[in-house]
């Protein structure tokens, strides 16, 4: 626990790209979080994105954000390819950090950064907004209360279109491509609806000209005997979904970071195992997915970590070790195993 907890927990923002500003926006309404600093390493970029979203101060490089005593914690919406590195940067600082998904470019960087999380005595955290909404935590809910019996099939998908090659998104040089991106969504739920990693798994990927996927389909076999399938593109009209099937009944959700902008904040429950089972719309609270994500950030900092919503440590490595495995079968063509 930290000795935040009489004030907001003030985060500083590495870099000023778009999610970014997305980030601060959601986050400006609380009352126990603030944005107290940006840093970008074109100073007149973090000038204005400070003067624009209403921010205290603004870094011309992301050493003096680190170095800023008047910071707590770091926001770090890097390219995935800076990850690992500016997060253990920052937690040398002092700094309790919350990266955004994926946390690392493979299981082998998450689990550094775990291993200087626990060294330096700070909070890392990966950042995935819809584990925080009301409308995941109900079907966590769901799940531990055996609403649809044990689970056995799982689909989860995200797609949304890009084209444009200069789109930081398509560039393999900084970890672009559909399965670290939206696949990494898809593979979290899935692993939270399952409640474990996969033993294996098989994978087929579309690429683009630049060599990033642009699209991946790939199955999962569960210890418990559960399988999934999950999907994510680049290359396709926007969608986001969910179904979780049991052996008692199913779920369906839109797993969504920000309802209602992005649709119905719902989940559709069917109990029984027939055609006829009657569905129960469970209507939830809406909120912005990076609000909700950020103040459960500052509980668990102040309060300790059975206050914090989303992906364990040991969650957020399976998650790794998992996209790892897909990313390798898609590559191979063959299934692969995962271990340790």
């Excluded at 100073?43 to 003096?64: D, L, M, N, T, V």
């Excluded at 909070?123 to 907004?129: I, Q, R, S, W």
């Excluded at 019996?149 to 279109?161: C, E, M, N, T, Y």
Aim: glycine share 8%.
């Amino acid at each position: 626990m930290d000795d935040t907890g009489s004030r907001p927990l003030r985060i500083g923002v590495l870099g000023a790209a778009n999610i970014a500003r997305a980030f601060t926006s959601g986050v400006a309404p609380s009352k126990t979080v603030t944005v107290a600093a940006v840093a970008s390493r074109d100073a007149g970029k973090a000038q204005r994105f400070a003067q624009e979203c209403g921010i205290p101060r603004s870094h011309s490089s992301y050493e003096a954000l680190l170095a800023d005593p008047e910071i707590d914690a770091i926001y770090n919406p890097l390219p995935n390819s800076l990850h690992a590195e500016w997060s253990i940067r920052a937690m040398e600082a002092g700094k309790h950090v919350l990266c955004e998904k994926p946390l690392a470019m493979t299981a082998v960087e998450a689990r550094a950064m775990f291993e200087a999380a626990t060294r330096l005595g700070r909070h890392l955290v990966e950042a995935y907004p819809y584990r925080a909404q009301p409308q995941t935590l109900k079907l966590r809910e769901l799940l531990a209360e055996g609403a649809i019996g044990k689970v056995q099939l799982i689909r989860s998908s995200f797609g949304v279109a890009f084209s444009d090659p200069s789109n930081i998104r398509l560039k393999p040089e900084v970890g672009g491509g559909a399965l670290l991106d939206a696949g990494s969504y898809a593979v979290s739920l899935a692993l939270l609806a399952a409640g474990e990693r996969p033993e294996r798994v098989s994978a087929m990927a579309r690429w683009s000209e630049t060599g990033v996927d642009l699209s991946v389909v790939a199955s999962l076999e569960f210890p418990s005997g559960a399988l999934a399938q999950i999907s994510c593109s680049f290359a396709t009209a926007y969608h986001r979904n969910a179904l979780i099937a049991g052996d008692a009944g199913t779920i369906e959700t839109s797993y969504l970071n920000h309802p209602p902008a992005g649709g119905p904040p719902i989940l559709t429950l069917r109990r029984g195992t027939t055609i006829a089972a009657v569905p129960e719309i469970i209507e939830v609270a809406p909120g912005n997915g990076f609000l909700a994500e950020a103040e459960s950030f500052q509980r668990l900092v102040t309060q300790g970590v059975a206050h914090w919503t989303g992906a364990t440590p040991a969650e957020s490595i399976d998650i790794a070790l998992t996209l790892d495995a897909i990313g390798q079968s898609a590559r191979s063509g063959a299934a692969v195993t995962i271990t340790g």
